[in-house]
């Protein structure tokens, strides 16, 4: 088993930045590809970005591209996300997730962490 927690969420002005942080305990993630996603209110659970588990091949939605990048520290069991100009509808609560592949993540979930940005 693999468990998930974020940190790092919290209010910031449109035009900002946060860094949210997933540290893993339990197994080592070095061999799962990693994600986030986010859920705003009223809205389906939607994905952000993931990262293999080399940490070689990243892919965003097209909607945080060129704004947010995923980075991972496998000695650390960790894995970042690091959101530029955020802007009001990157609000939501963001999740990490872990997974076979960047395609297939899921298999573990964290709890979550707000993010609110106000314009």
């Known amino acids: 088993q693999v468990q998930l927690v974020e940190s790092g969420g919290g209010l910031v002005q449109a035009g900002g930045s946060l860094r949210l942080s997933c540290a893993a305990s339990g197994r080592t993630i070095s061999s799962y590809a990693m994600g986030w996603f986010r859920q705003a209110p009223g809205k389906e659970r939607e994905f952000v970005a993931a990262?293999?588990?080399?940490?070689?091949?990243?892919r965003y939605a097209d909607s945080v591209k060129a704004r947010f990048t995923i980075s991972r520290d496998n000695a650390k069991n960790t894995v970042f996300l690091q959101m530029n100009s955020l802007k009001p509808e990157d609000t939501a609560v963001y999740y990490c997730?872990?997974?076979?592949?960047?395609?297939?993540?899921?298999?573990?979930w964290g709890q979550g962490t707000q993010v609110t940005v106000s314009s």
């Open positions: 990262v293999s588990w080399t940490g070689g091949s990243t």
């Open positions: 997730a872990a997974g076979s592949g960047t395609l297939s993540l899921g298999d573990y």
